[in-house]
T-cell receptor, first 114, second 114 residues
Framework: GAVVSQHPSWVICKSGTSVKIECRSL??????MFWYRQFPKQSLMLMAT?????????EQGVEKDKFLINHASLTLSTLTVTSAHPEDSSFYIC??????????FGPGTRLTVL | AQSVSQHNHHVILSEAASLELGCNYS??????LFWYVQYPGQHLQLLLK??????LVKGIKGFEAEFIKSKFSFNLRKPSVQWSDTAEYFC????????????FGGGTRVLVKP
């Protein structure tokens, strides 16, 4: 399957700052990537679908101005959490979609906002 | 709306015991089904998937799952678990109406006692 990396693996920031998380598809050209959020002991919730060269599609209830997604190339999608607040603290996971629509997940980024 | 549900939130069992995790989905059309596993501190990995054909699907690490269309179920089984099977297991569905977006169940945390 595809190999997906994320950077950073964890980040701690002050409230009000912005944080950028990178998701890279290392061996697969990904026209579509997905961003999920996972709260402790809970399942993954899809935040948005990132499409190469076009605007991301956000799920209902996800603020697009707060969670900026850029998918500028076939191997890189970025999620920027703008003006982060403690309630944004979570585990953010990206994935790419394979040929048979199975998804390959990155290792996740743990964000802690103080 | 389409949904995936997992009946058990937590399962505790001893090594060599048999494991069965329930998964049901709600959708009347074409569905692809997946089981993912998340070992402690690691990213999600695909255990197995069902698209069509033989409803009994064999995956990695000795796991299998059976798609029963009449019951809208896709239960995961392993005849004899090991301590290393301690992980969180997620059932997910890809529903035609939702395009290529995965819908996850709530997850089942499995603890195998040595």
């Amino acid at each position: 399957g595809a190999v997906v990396s994320q950077h950073p693996s964890w980040v701690i920031c002050k409230s009000g700052t912005s944080v950028k998380i990178e998701c890279r598809s290392l061996d697969f050209q990904a026209t579509t990537m997905f961003w999920y959020r996972q709260f402790p002991k809970q399942s993954l919730m899809l935040m948005a679908t990132s499409n190469e060269g076009s605007k991301a599609t956000y799920e209902q209830g996800v603020e697009k101005d707060k969670f900026l997604i850029n998918h500028a190339s076939l191997t890189l999608s970025t999620l920027t959490v703008t003006s982060a607040h403690p309630e944004d603290s979570s585990f953010y996971i990206c994935s790419t979609s394979g040929r048979e629509n199975e998804q390959f997940f990155g290792p996740g980024t743990r964000l802690t906002v103080l | 709306a389409q949904s995936v549900s997992q009946h058990n939130h937590h399962v505790i069992l001893s090594e060599a015991a048999s494991l069965e995790l329930g998964c049901n989905y709600s959708y009347g059309g074409t569905v692809n089904l997946f089981w993912y596993v998340q070992y402690p501190g690691q990213h999600l990995q695909l255990l197995l998937k069902y698209f069509s054909g033989d409803p009994l699907v064999k995956g990695i690490k000795g796991f299998e799952a059976e798609f029963i269309k009449s019951k809208f179920s896709f239960n995961l089984r392993k005849p004899s678990v090991q301590w290393s099977d301690t992980a969180e297991y997620f059932c997910a569905g890809l529903f035609k109406a939702a395009g290529n977006k995965l819908t996850f169940g709530g997850g089942t945390r499995v603890l195998v006692k040595p």
